[in-house]
Structure formats: structure tokens, C-alpha cells
């Protein structure tokens, strides 16, 4: 890690000498030209990549996605799937023959396969749930999946009386579970997730798994095919303590679950190696913090005994893939806002395959990616960088070869802003900060420029060099735009993340502030024309800010908490919030959790603040903003909302929500400019 500020002499960037006469700004519409790739697929021989083309279809204000297929030599593109719907999951049969993937092309969620050589394509499924977690059984007979199983409920009030004909109002909601609605999903109904298997040519699926726990998830066969390995959380208590998951072994013949790890802490991503002889899986030791690092465990199949093969290793392991001769695991990582691929061996020295595997992110400048890996080592993964969403490349002895330009017709006559990263020491405690700064385009370092200061979500999560139709659309709109990692970002290792721990906010609102002055510093921001957004935990991020210096000429705070006890008490994943970022329950924990709530501040706001949430957001509720919104309009704030109709916590699913958000935050700034 770099200790020391390295900004880059601006003058050296200023890009208003190269820029084309022929290159336009980025526009919001231009969002809808857009295209990413995920969810690769790579054959045995690393010949070709399969692969999931995103775009985003402009009538149905939806993405859609295809699968398509990249020679490895050629680069030859080639569709095997087409339509305006949404095809997804691609895995391949063991002999390489057959693709199956899930698609909605008939309006709901089934099971398809397509039969490389002739072209052929069967909808082998009629679920009624969709199905997800699509896996080849080893002889190529069977695809295990996972779906959800209805549970039968029937309400404890039946009204008496009604006669034949009338028109009565919707009978009550009864709810009596610990869940009971989830973000993206509205209010659930009673039920629970289970495995099944059905035949690859077409059939019946038969119910594999049973109980009242959910199943999900990667799974592993044995080298026999006999049986599969699960994670689950399927102990009694799972409903107040939901990462506490373990591994399971399903027996194909009769049904029966063996429980095989045992701890408290979460226990995922079961792998088998391909000599049959080992199980790979990632987890932790649960200790109620805010962060842990997840590490890689390696168990002996035949002796039982199992080893982190990196307790010395302080990131947190991502996916995992073992190499075709069994004596090592490829997995990814995050770090210092990147993410990178590293190989382990079963026993020796780990190494870095590739730092540059590319966010699959689209609004936002989040690490992330996907990778697989061939027989041999050949490496495919997502490539991308501030200037390209994720296309496909391949790493071919060490060096990466791009395989797709999915953007370049929809970019390649677009002026983007240039993005630099830099090193700080928080005026904290000298803690060193990672951030990046974006250039407006046509950058002239003797003129003053409006300031964006963008703030991630989480709180634990990471920003990094990735392309965002958010900051380039600012930044096309002629502001200076600064994300960056303050302490309780991942990707830095664990003492860096757990600053925050039943600490939040704190000291990042200091992180955050040493980068402004930073870049005040280098002259060329207009100090009257400081701005400031974020969204979930960048909200809070915001709101704190605003109740803390009224430096910022206005605000936009996305999809906040407001209010730590109101939240804990609406939000939808409410037993992990309580216990795991505050020391107890709101009513025994009242000082601390309102100590740490931007409510409390309220009266020190100044600066005028927007408030801007979707309506179905169960994660952050809008109640949450309507605090705000009112105790502002309380306080005499200049101060408005911004309501995102059938929006989740994701607003930007829909590529039209993307554009309303960043226009509303666009206007107003330029509503408070001075």
C-alpha cells in the first residue's frame, strides 16, 4: 500500500488539446446504448468463452440479455440465443455438447438447453417458481437446480357473512414470520427454497432437499455422482442468526443430508476437487463484527481433516475454482478498490494470476468481475476500466488478450472523463485513503470547476478504477467528481474495515472531507460550488456531512437511515443489522444508537438537501426519508423529495430510474450554484 500523495501535475492531463472536434458529451439517453458481459463459460480446451450479453432495451425500459460465444483466436463473435428477454446462467455439459441456461422468453423463468452441434434448443422445464442455481449432474443426465416451494397457510380470521356476489374489500394480510418481505421482492409469501433434479432431456423435477430451511446456492458433486455438496443454514435458530451456515452432503439415493462443518459462522461455496479427494469452501469465524475476513478451507475427504490455506492472508476470499490437476484453487479478491485472481496451492506459496479482472458494476464504480478457468490455466475473464464496461478477454501465458469491444460503436465518439487515482493521509489519524478523481471533459487545470463528492454504500464495500454511467454523466455536465474508500471500506484488509465497528458514522466524515481539501488545494475547484451525494450508506454518509459542516453548497442524500432505531425496526434484514452492527437492541442501546444517527444532527443543517429513494425500498425504507424530509421542512431547510415509483434499493434497475436519479442530483446543484 502507498503512504504517500501522488497527484499527478494536473497540467499534464488537461485533455482539451486531444479531444476530436467530432466528440460529443456523454448524455443520459446514452445509457440506453450500452453493453456488459458476465457470467463466463469457458470450454475445457479454452477454445471458447460463452458468455451473457447485457444491454438495455429502450422500449421496455429493461435490461436484456443473450448468450453469445467468442472464439478465443479469432475473436469471432457469435449468438446462440436472441430476443428481447432475458437468457442467463449459461453452463455447459460435461461432454461440452450441450448449453443450458435460464431464460423468460415464454414469460416466466424455465430451464433450457441448447445442442451446440445442431442448434437445436428445448425448454426441457414447466416450473412454476423460477428456477436458479443451475449445475450439471457429472454424468450429464441430470440439472440440479434450486426453486421455491410454497407452504400452505391458511388464515387464522375467516369473515362470516359474506353474500354471494358482493364486492368486500381485499382481506387482511396476516404475518406472523421473522421475514417477512424482502428488498426487490416485495412482501413474501410463506415458503421455502429447495434443491431438485430433473431430466436433461426434459421431464418432471423431483424434489431433492425438504424441511423448513432454505437451499441454494453453488453445489458440488461427488467424482461418483452420488451425492452433492450444499451450504445451508439449517439449524433451529436460523432465523435470528442468518449467517450461521454450513456444509452439507446430500446422498442422490435415498435423500439423506450429512452435516459437515460445524462452527459458528457461515460456511459456502462447497467444491470438490476434480480428483474427488478434496472439498473446498470459504467462510469465517462469526465474532458479531461488522467485517471478517472470509477465508479458503481445504478438507480431506478421506481423513476429515480440514486447514485454511489462508489465515495468513488479510482480504477476504471471493469465488472459488479448482485447477483441473487438484493441487491448487484459483479465487478472487478484492484489493484496494480492485479486484484481482490469485492461485493457492494445496501447500506452498500463493501467486497473483491477474490484477485486472473488470467490474461487471454499471451505475456505480464498484469492484466486482467474473472469471473462469480452462483445463490448462488459461484464464477468462471480464475486462473493463473507467473509459469500458466489462467485455471478455482471455489470459493466454500471462498476457490478456481482448476478446470483445461491446462499447466501443456506443463510446468509441464520446468524450469521457479521465479518472486518476490518488493517496491520502486522513487528517484523522493519517490513515491512508484511496481515492479517484474524474475530469470533465476538455480539463483545463487554470479554471475552477464545481466539486462532486460521491460516497459508496455498504458501509463495507469498495469503489475502484471502473467504468460509471453515474460519475461520467456528472462529470459530462462540467464538475470535478472525487469517490473514494474511507476506513470501513473492504478491499484494505481487516483492521482498516472493522474501524467503523459499532462506529458508524465516525472518522470516515474525516477521510471523506481530507480529500475535498485535497483537491481545493490544487486550485482549480470552485470552493462556493461544493456538492455532495450518496446512496444507502453514502446517504448516511451525506446526511452526516450536512450535520456536520455546511461547507457543501447543496445535497443529495439517496436512500438513507435517518434514524438507526427506526431502521433496525423496519428494515428487512433487521436480525443481522441489530446484532451484528450495534452492541444490542435499540432499547437497551438508545444512546448509542441515536449518538450515530444523522436525526440527531438535524438542527446544525444549513445546507440544502434533496432526499431521493425508491418507493419499494425495503432495505432502506422511505420512511427513513420522510424523517428527514420532515424534520428539514421543521428546520426551515431548503429541502425537497424525490419519490422513484416501484424502485427497490437497486433504483437503478430500470435504465429511465438511472437517468431520473442522476438528472434530479444534476438539477439540484445547479439549482444552488452560485
Not at 467530432?22 to 439517453?29: A, D, F, P, S
Not at 432454505?214 to 439449524?235: C, E, P, Q, V
Not at 482471455?394 to 469521457?416: E, M, P, S, V
Not at 429541502?639 to 439540484?668: C, E, F
Amino acid at each position: 500500500m502507498k503512504y504517500i500523495i501522488h497527484l499527478t501535475l494536473l497540467a499534464t492531463i488537461s485533455c482539451a488539446g486531444v479531444a476530436s472536434e467530432n466528440l460529443q458529451n456523454l448524455q443520459l439517453e446514452n445509457v440506453f446504448d450500452l453493453e456488459y458481459a458476465n457470467q463466463l463459460e469457458m470450454t475445457h480446451d479454452a477454445k471458447t468463452v460463452y458468455f451473457v450479453r447485457n444491454r438495455m432495451d429502450i422500449k421496455s425500459d429493461r435490461k436484456v440479455s443473450n448468450i453469445w460465444s467468442v472464439d478465443s483466436n479469432s475473436k469471432q463473435l457469435q449468438p446462440l440465443t436472441s430476443g428481447v428477454h432475458m437468457d442467463y446462467s449459461p453452463v455447459l455439459s460435461p461432454d461440452e455438447t450441450r448449453l443450458a441456461f435460464i431464460s423468460t422468453r415464454d414469460g416466466s423463468s424455465q430451464i433450457y438447453v441448447k445442442w451446440l452441434k445442431t442448434g437445436a434448443v428445448a425448454k426441457i422445464s414447466n416450473l412454476t417458481k423460477s428456477p436458479g442455481s443451475l449445475h450439471w449432474a457429472p454424468d450429464g443426465k441430470k440439472l440440479v437446480f434450486s426453486q421455491f416451494v410454497s407452504s400452505k397457510v391458511s388464515s387464522p380470521v375467516n369473515l362470516p357473512g359474506k353474500p354471494e356476489g358482493a364486492d368486500w374489500a381485499k382481506p387482511a394480510m396476516f404475518i406472523d414470520d421473522v421475514y417477512y418481505r424482502a428488498d426487490g421482492g416485495g412482501y413474501t409469501k410463506p415458503g421455502f427454497n429447495h434443491f431438485f433434479a430433473i431430466d436433461a432431456n426434459g421431464g418432471n423435477a423431483q424434489q431433492l432437499t425438504s424441511g423448513d430451511f432454505n437451499h441454494g446456492g453453488s453445489i458440488s458433486f461427488t467424482d461418483d455422482g452420488k451425492s452433492l455438496y450444499f451450504s445451508a443454514n439449517r439449524h433451529n435458530e436460523y432465523k435470528l442468526k442468518p449467517t450461521n451456515s454450513e456444509v452439507y452432503k446430500l446422498n442422490l439415493t435415498n435423500l439423506e443430508i450429512t452435516q459437515i462443518t460445524d462452527r459458528v459462522g457461515p460456511d459456502n461455496q462447497p467444491l470438490v476437487s476434480p480428483n474427488g479427494r478434496y472439498l473446498a469452501y470459504t467462510g469465517y469465524d462469526d465474532k458479531r463484527t461488522n467485517y471478517e475476513n472470509t477465508q479458503l478451507y481445504i478438507r480431506d475427504l478421506k481423513s476429515g481433516d480440514t486447514s485454511s490455506l489462508t489465515a495468513d492472508f488479510d482480504r477476504s476470499v471471493g469465488e472459488i475454482k479448482w485447477a483441473d490437476n487438484s493441487k491448487g484453487v484459483y479465487f478472487s479478491y478484492a484489493n484496494e478498490g480492485q479486484t484481482v485472481l490469485a492461485y493457492q496451492p494445496r501447500n506452498g506459496k500463493r501467486k497473483i494470476v491477474t490484477e485486472n479482472i473488470g467490474s461487471v458494476s454499471f451505475g456505480r464504480p464498484y469492484s466486482g468481475g467474473d472469471f473462469d478457468i480452462s483445463d490448462d490455466g488459461e484464464v477468462a475473464i471480464t475486462l473493463a476500466d473507467t473509459q469500458r464496461p466489462s467485455d471478455v478477454a482471455i489470459i493466454k501465458r500471462g498476457k490478456t488478450q481482448r476478446l470483445t469491444k461491446l462499447n466501443d460503436d456506443a463510446l468509441g465518439n464520446k468524450k469521457l472523463a479521465k479518472v486518476e487515482e490518488i493517496w491520502l493521509k486522513s487528517n484523522h489519524d493519517s490513515l491512508p485513503i484511496q481515492g479517484w478523481i474524474a475530469y470533465p471533459p476538455g480539463f483545463d487545470s487554470s479554471k475552477k470547476y464545481p466539486l462532486i463528492l460521491e460516497i459508496h454504500g455498504g458501509p463495507v464495500a469498495n469503489y475502484g478504477p471502473h467504468f460509471s454511467a453515474e460519475v461520467q454523466l456528472f462529470a459530462a455536465k462540467g464538475s470535478v467528481v472525487l469517490y473514494m474508500n474511507p476506513r470501513g471500506s473492504d478491499s484494505y484488509g481487516k483492521e482498516f474495515a472493522q474501524t467503523i465497528h459499532h462506529n458508524y458514522p465516525s472518522n470516515d466524515f474525516d477521510d471523506l472531507m481530507t480529500g475535498v481539501d485535497a483537491l481545493i488545494a490544487k486550485g482549480f475547484i470552485d470552493e462556493s460550488k461544493l456538492f455532495v451525494t450518496g446512496g444507502s450508506g453514502g446517504g448516511v454518509l451525506t446526511a452526516w456531512i450536512v450535520g456536520h459542516t455546511d461547507r457543501f453548497a447543496a445535497a443529495v442524500v439517496a436512500k438513507p437511515v435517518i434514524n438507526w432505531i427506526s431502521f433496525v425496526l423496519t428494515a428487512d434484514f433487521y436480525p443481522f443489522f441489530a446484532d451484528y452492527w450495534f452492541p444490542g437492541k435499540p432499547w437497551d442501546h438508545i444512546e448509542h444508537y441515536m449518538k450515530r444517527s444523522p436525526i440527531s444532527y438535524v438542527g446544525n443543517v444549513k445546507t440544502p438537501t434533496m432526499l431521493l429513494t425508491g418507493e419499494a425500498d425495503y432495505r432502506t425504507p422511505i420512511s427513513e426519508t420522510e424523517q428527514f424530509y420532515q424534520a428539514l421542512k421543521l428546520q426551515g431547510v431548503d429541502t425537497a423529495m424525490v419519490r422513484i415509483p416501484d424502485a427497490s434499493h437497486g433504483i437503478t434497475k430500470r435504465p429511465s430510474n438511472l437517468m431520473a436519479k442522476v438528472a434530479y442530483i444534476q438539477w439540484w446543484f445547479d439549482k444552488h450554484s452560485k
